[in-house]
């Protein structure tokens, strides 16, 4: 009897062993399937965000392009509305006056040739309070290296560079608005 109680604990034990890794088998079966799907989920996801970031990628670009080309629209605009005069000296003169007035919004540009390392010193007297010049390089619009805003109106200084520098006449903002007129004297001096 013994015997036959030793072979049935024996099989006991291996119908456990086998039941046990079974469902051994079977967890790791699920567990490999989760880890399929969370790969799977992981994947559309990135790919989701892949094409998102695609689209505003594109959105930006489009934003920007049309941002550039309304800030080309506006200076010309601008550059439309502000008056350019050339700037000659007589022959043998290295300086020029000029005598005129601005009314409103009107800007004027004065262009000179000036060659790099020449002496400039630019004047302007006017009665008006808010009516001043800038000054900018050549291949500038709109970057000024002299502000007569901020640092008055006479300037005195050595050219950086060879070219054609604005000397840029204008009227502050407020009393351009009021339509206010000033009358000024500028003097232009190179050598």
Known sequence: MKNHKNKFMILMALLLAISLTSCKQET?????????????DAKDAAEKV???AEKAGEAVGDAAEKTGEAVKDAAEAV????????????????????ESSISGRETVDYVLSVKEGQYMNISMATQHGATYFNIMEPGEEYVAIYNGSTSGNQFEGTAAKSGDYTIRVYMMRSAGRRGEKADYRLEMIVN
Do not use: L
């Open 28 to 40: 790791k079966d699920k567990m490999e399937s989760a880890g399929e799907a969370v790969v799977e």
């Open 50 to 52: 892949g094409e998102a």
């Open 79 to 98: 550059s439309d509305e502000i008056k350019k005069v050339r700037v000659q000296f007589d022959s043998g003169a290295s300086n020029k006056t000029v």
